[in-house]
């Protein structure tokens, strides 16, 4: 009898479970609306410290789920204490950057923005010319102890930085480097950024890094070199106004005193080019040749 009265209430829920009636317009439209503020906020979040930030979220959500499942008590009542003061910390810790992203939404058009698919920036690889073009300028101001820092962008967005300085937008050559860091002229103080195979801007200030491992006789220079490197995953060119030798930072780390040989090594680490051996590249031109 209990199982047949069970069955009556299952089979009695069953009947009142309905579906929800889609609606074509108005559901349309709400399920582009919402895909469209994802979206933004995403690319928006590409372009800022909250993309990293997002990385540590979900690897403490996951953890947070698995102590949930494992029924650990005590970790889920801290989770739940600390929640409300962790949202206003990450506010705090973003506020320049969601002030940024309020003035952007109030300066910029946000349908051409979303259907023009051209504004989206990306990256790319730099050349092997830029390589060559960034080492000869480096090894020639070396040579006359020109400082110089120079910043080269991979995949986190380095436009925060390039607001501070001045555009430029030109072609990476040796001779525009040398002359923009060419003592007594107005761009040779501050970063370069170099994006792809073009320097977008120059002047640009950098934060300075905070490590107590770094050599006191190390400069404002060298510190803003390992202290962008620190924070993106850039890799930055510094050469020596003192002494006249190049370094090179990446994730916070410096290498001193590289030559012309590992400066390009270093250069090439960072292409993310497919090493193509002689028979293959042979072969290729061959081909190219024949066709």
């Known amino acids: 009898m209990q199982l047949d009265h069970l069955f009556e209430i299952n089979l009695s829920n069953l009947n009142n479970l309905r579906l929800p009636r889609i609606r074509l317009w108005p559901d349309v439209v709400e399920i582009l609306i919402i895909a469209l503020l994802i979206y933004e906020v995403?690319?928006?979040?590409?372009?800022?410290?909250?993309?990293?930030?997002?990385?540590?979220?979900?690897?403490?959500?996951?953890?947070?789920?698995?102590?949930?499942?494992?029924?650990?008590?005590?970790?889920m009542w801290i989770a739940q204490n600390v929640f409300q003061i962790a949202v206003i910390a990450v506010i705090v810790i973003l506020q320049p950057e969601l002030r940024k992203a309020l003035e952007e939404l109030g300066q910029t058009n946000l349908f051409s923005g979303v259907l023009s698919f051209a504004d989206t920036?990306?990256?790319g690889l730099f050349s092997d010319k830029t390589i060559s073009e960034i080492t000869r300028?480096?090894?020639?101001?070396?040579?006359?102890?020109?400082?110089a820092l120079i910043v080269i962008e991979q995949n986190q967005s380095l436009a925060e930085y390039e607001r501070t300085g001045?555009?430029?937008?030109?072609?990476?050559?040796?001779?525009?480097?040398?002359?923009?860091?060419?003592?007594?002229?107005?761009?040779?103080?501050?970063?370069v950024i170099v994006r792809g195979d073009r320097i977008t801007s120059a002047t640009c200030y950098l934060p300075l890094s905070d490590n107590m491992q770094l050599g006191k006789e190390l400069g404002t220079r060298h510190r803003a070199g390992v202290g962008v490197s620190e924070v993106t995953?850039?890799?930055?060119?510094?050469?020596?106004?003192?002494?006249g030798k190049i370094s090179v930072a990446y994730h916070g780390v410096l290498e001193s005193g590289v030559d012309s040989g590992r400066l390009g090594e270093r250069l090439r680490e960072i292409q993310n080019k497919e090493p193509v051996d002689r028979k293959t590249r042979t072969r290729k031109l061959r081909e190219k040749v024949i066709a």
């Open 42 to 75: 995403l690319v928006w979040a590409r372009r800022t410290r909250l993309w990293s930030l997002l990385k540590g979220v979900i690897f403490i959500a996951v953890f947070i789920i698995f102590a949930d499942i494992c029924g650990m008590s005590t970790i």
């Open 121 to 123: 920036r990306e990256t």
């Open 137 to 147: 300028a480096c090894v020639e101001m070396g040579k006359v102890r020109t400082g």
């Open 233 to 243: 995953d850039s890799l930055t060119v510094i050469v020596s106004e003192e002494t």
């Open 166 to 191: 001045i555009d430029v937008d030109a072609i990476v050559t040796s001779q525009l480097l040398i002359n923009i860091f060419e003592h007594n002229t107005p761009l040779h103080d501050g970063a």
